[in-house]
Nanobody, 116 residues
Framework: QVQLVESGGGLVQPGGSLRLSCAASGFTFSQYYMRWYRQAPGKERGLVAIISPTGSSTNYGDSVKGRFTMSRDNAKNTVALQMNSLRPEDTAVYYC?????????WGQGTQVTVSS
């Protein structure tokens, strides 16, 4: 079955950096778009970034453009989200996601807190 396991979250000061990872299994990873979402307390889950199956194309939400970079390693079935210049408003639970057979699968999420 599809499994997505995020890691790398934590507490960081404003202006700092974190690198999130997501390990995927249970499907042919190299054939699927992968996404990162985030959900802050009291807010809806929103799309942060998406990467094409080969990794040649990425797109980002307006609030993270120029600060976050999504990448993937198809040999290791992993995706990463490098987050730089973090702001308090980036505080959220971050989830990786894949849509397979019209079903959206999620990991358990990893908490990112940006605070001084």
């Amino acid at each position: 079955q599809v499994q997505l396991v995020e890691s790398g979250g934590g507490l960081v000061q404003p202006g700092g950096s974190l690198r999130l990872s997501c390990a995927a299994s249970g499907f042919t990873f190299s054939q699927y778009y992968m996404r990162w979402y985030r959900q802050a307390p009291g807010k809806e889950r929103g799309l942060v970034a998406i990467i094409s199956p080969t990794g040649s194309s990425t797109n980002y939400g307006d609030s993270v453009k120029g600060r976050f970079t999504m990448s993937r390693d198809n040999a290791k079935n992993t995706v990463a989200l490098q987050m730089n210049s973090l702001r308090p408003e980036d505080t959220a639970v971050y989830y990786c996601s894949v849509v397979r057979n019209a079903v959206n699968y999620w990991g358990q999420g990893t908490q990112v807190t940006v605070s001084s």
